[in-house]
């Protein structure tokens, strides 16, 4: 379950947006502790409350609840959710409404609420979307519903963006496919090529972080549809670290399978196999041919080169002409330039 809220000023723009879908015919309200009438009188309900609080600038609070596409529930337990929702959040003595929306294929549900309570003391809004996370993670467990996410310490939650992106598609967030099918293959592969395998089949194709000096993986990252989530961005359970204590893996013997997977995430090679004989290690000398042997010469045209203001390398000289005795002559003519030139500015030319 997804909750999105906003802490608002006015509670007339909320009511009149939620009454437009009860007369469009794709909302009504499921409980309250107000009397339903029209959006002005209602507001004039809150406003009576909030005036015990007459300096506080934000007194609405908004939520929407937002069931995942596989997860349904009646109007009577979605009111028992929204309301145990209030009342964890400190909303048990406060007024509110609650309106059940049909216009998307996810059930949701809106409250709005009022920081006031009836005693004139105020709910607090500090870390109020944690706390709210943290409550639906109950809620979810309780009344049955799909976990959206687990222990913050195995998998991280949901973002704003990703959120109002959900809201805003209707599509099930990336994240958290990548944590079921990643956690899946965890859980199940024995080593490390059957990992990457697993992987491979649900179309999630790994990519290793492999150190040039030592050859040592330090990190995990996942492509899945062209989007790439490194694997502690998805939560501690998915760390290169972390998923080495539940697979088997060997730097010197997995390292083949490492490179191949590496290849395939960066599409080089089509066919899906590693060629190990030409794109490992340096190439062999072939003696008696240009490829793989050297040449000094070219070595030293090579060294004069310079890097012009516009990235194109060029050289100093001629390389057909150059010889080490034109370069000290060029050198010496550059020279006697530079003092003529000197001496002109101090006779004032």
């Known amino acids: 379950m997804i909750g999105k809220i906003t802490i608002g000023k006015d509670f007339y723009g909320v009511l009149a947006y939620n009454e437009k879908k009860v007369n469009e015919g794709v909302g009504y309200v ?3 502790n107000i009397e339903y009438s029209t959006a002005v009188n209602m507001t004039q309900e809150f406003n009576l409350i909030r005036e015990l609080r007459p300096g506080l600038g934000k007194a609405v609070l908004h939520v929407s609840l937002n069931l995942p596409h596989s997860d349904s529930l009646n109007d009577r337990d979605f009111a028992s959710i929204g309301n145990d929702y209030l009342e964890k959040m400190g909303f048990d003595n406060n007024q509110f409404i609650m309106y059940r929306h049909t216009d998307t294929e996810h059930e949701h549900i809106h409250i709005i609420a009022n920081r006031v309570r009836y005693s004139g003391r105020l709910t607090s809004d500090s870390n109020i979307k944690r706390r709210s996370r943290e409550i639906l993670n109950g809620l979810e467990r309780k009344y049955g519903l ?7 310490n195995a998998k991280k939650p949901l973002t704003q963006k990703e959120i109002e992106k959900t809201l805003r598609t209707g599509d099930l967030p990336i994240k958290l496919v990548l944590q079921d099918k990643i956690g899946s293959a965890i859980s199940s592969a024995k080593d490390t090529t059957e990992f990457i395998k697993l992987l491979e089949r649900q179309h999630i194709f790994p990519r290793f972080n492999i150190s040039k000096t030592t050859g040592r993986v330090s990190g995990i990252s996942f492509n ?11 939560g501690k ?113």
């Open 224 to 234: 899945y549809r062209d989007v790439i989530y490194k694997g502690s961005t998805l």
């Open 30 to 32: 499921i409980d309250s």
């Open 146 to 152: 799909t976990q959206i996410a687990g222990n913050k």
């Open 237 to 349: 359970k998915f760390s290169w670290n972390s998923i080495t204590k539940h697979i088997d893996y060997e730097q010197d013997r997995d390292r083949r399978t490492v490179l191949s997977a590496n290849e395939k995430e960066r599409g080089t090679h089509p066919t899906g196999e590693r060629d190990h004989g030409t794109s490992i290690g340096p190439k062999p000398r072939n003696n008696g041919s240009t490829e793989g042997t050297e040449n000094t010469a070219q070595q030293s045209k090579d060294n004069l080169e310079q890097i012009k203001g516009t990235g194109v390398v060029e050289p100093l000289v001629q390389a057909t002409d150059w010889n080490p005795f034109k370069l000290e002559l060029l050198e010496g003519n550059n020279r006697k330039r530079s003092k003529r030139k000197k001496k002109r500015r101090g006779l004032g030319l």
